[in-house]
């Protein structure tokens, strides 16, 4: 072994409930945090967001950053992956 890090990518899987009365801005809000993608939202207040990142920390930091969104009730963390990056760069047979 060299010592280097192995290059990651940590995915994963979020449900946020929210206020029903907030959804509009946290469409928008969530779409600007880093890493974070909006992937279904409906208007009384539930939303799933895929976040992609580097490291676990990062999945963590954007967690903390949606339950600190205002009118978000809560955020659960319902899926996480992580595979070497090296590895998500290979041709599938």
């Known amino acids: 072994m060299t010592g280097e890090a192995v290059r990651e990518l940590h995915i994963a899987g979020v449900l946020v409930q929210a206020r029903a009365a907030a959804m509009a801005r946290l469409r928008t809000s969530v779409a600007q945090l880093p890493g974070a993608t909006l992937a279904q939202s409906a208007d009384d207040g539930r939303l799933v967001v895929v976040v992609e990142h ?32 090296d590895a998500m760069q290979q041709e599938m047979p």
């Open 54 to 85: 580097g490291s676990a920390q990062g999945v963590m930091d954007t967690l903390s950053a949606l339950r600190d969104l205002p009118g978000v009730i809560n955020v659960a963390l319902v899926y996480q992956h992580a595979e070497p990056w």
